[in-house]
């Protein structure tokens, strides 16, 4: 089975486990692991950051980030097709109290315009902004890439405002590599950031949040406890997260490469629509027209060929390459594509 589903659906190679079972380990809620410790030495290093902080997964760093930085109704900007708008099981209202101010755009990257547009003015009837969240590289919005000065120029407004920023970063890497843009140039931009270890790093579990404030990184580290996400002798799966930093970083130009390919060969099928520009990094996202079958039947139908995709929207596509798939497992992706997206 090829399975592009997600990068989430990396297993840990042979040395990864290797690294993983040697891991020195202590009760990381005393913060005595010393390879949490370490983890968390090295990602704070990359983001450019004082303090990094190993939490469970992405949608507990985007929350923990929400929670310290805002208050029971606030308003937090963020681009419409957010993960933390779609997938994160509605938390920032439920856990942090706040409201999502939802800015549609087409590729999930805001205009520094719509975020100004966007600022509550102080007025007695108004609720204050609290944060700016922005997504690098956005999911739904096929792994675009923001732009450094895109960011440089909505920081430029969220400091005119006092407004604080998060950065989703869960797919940083890729931006990264695909630009040669540092972790931390982008990072300076924000007050907290988070990125992942389980996707494309081909980490099993895990994700870190930064930040360069001292209190902030205590309430991350209070809340972290709080939402559930305090783990004992996690050196097991830090190790796992020192492993990917140390090897996969680089090779997701891999993964942008095959991404690309793949968009080649979905060009070739009359009913698909797609935009190879568009592909930036490692999501590819496509849609099928004029088919009389549903979305739905369309994946059962690709998978009993030996393909797994999501169904993202009604006739709209998603195949995520990462470390597990090979260039030859992306030209069979594209023979089964064309043979059931050619069918009637
Ligand atoms: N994304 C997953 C699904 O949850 C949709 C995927 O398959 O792409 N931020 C971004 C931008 C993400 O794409 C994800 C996961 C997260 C946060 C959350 O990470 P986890 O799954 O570790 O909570």
Redesign the pocket.
């Known amino acids: 089975m090829i399975d592009l ?4 659906v990396t297993k840990p190679s042979e040395a990864m486990r290797e690294a993983m079972v040697r891991a020195e380990v202590g009760d990381d809620v005393y913060g005595e692991d010393p390879t949490v410790n370490r983890l968390q030495e090295m990602a704070a290093a990359l983001l450019g950051k004082a303090y990094a902080l190993f939490v469970p ?6 929350q923990l980030s929400i929670r310290v930085q805002t208050k029971p109704g606030d308003e937090v900007i963020i681009e419409s097709r ?3 708008v ?3 099981q509605g938390a920032a209202a439920a856990l942090a109290g706040v409201q999502l101010h939802m800015v549609p755009t087409d590729r999930g990257v805001l205009d520094p315009a719509q975020v100004e547009a966007a600022i509550r003015p102080k007025d007695p009837h108004t609720l204050p902004t609290g944060l700016i969240c922005l ?1 690098n590289t ?2 739904s919005g096929g792994g675009s890439i923001y732009p450094l000065a895109t960011i440089e120029r909505i920081r430029e407004i969220a400091l005119a405002h006092g407004i604080p920023m998060h950065l ?1 970063g ?2 940083l890497f890729n931006a990264v590599v695909a630009t040669g843009v540092s972790a931390a140039e982008y990072a300076r931009h924000f007050e907290t950031g988070s990125f ?1 270890l ?2 494309g790093l081909g980490a099993p579990v895990g ?1 870190l949040v930064v930040t360069n404030d001292r209190p902030t990184a205590d309430k991350l580290r209070r809340f972290r406890r709080m939402y559930g996400g305090g783990m004992r002798q996690a050196g097991i799966l830090a190790a796992a997260g020192i492993y990917a930093l140390e090897h996969n970083i680089s090779r997701l130009k891999e993964d942008h490469e095959h991404a690309r390919r793949l968009a080649r060969l979905l060009q070739k099928i009359p009913t698909v629509s797609l935009e190879p520009d568009h592909v930036e990094t490692n999501i590819v996202i496509f849609d099928v027209v004029g088919s009389s079958r549903s979305a739905q039947d369309i994946v059962a139908a690709l998978k009993k060929e030996g393909l797994l995709l999501n169904a993202v929207g009604g006739t709209t596509f998603r195949a ?1 390459t990462h470390l597990d798939v090979t260039t030859r497992d992306i030209e069979e992706a594209g023979r089964i594509l064309s043979v059931v997206l050619t069918k009637e």
């Open positions: 589903r997600s990068d989430t997964s992405g949608t507990m760093a985007n957010a993960h933390i779609r997938y994160e997504e956005h999911n989703d869960a797919r992942c389980s996707k994700s995520v």
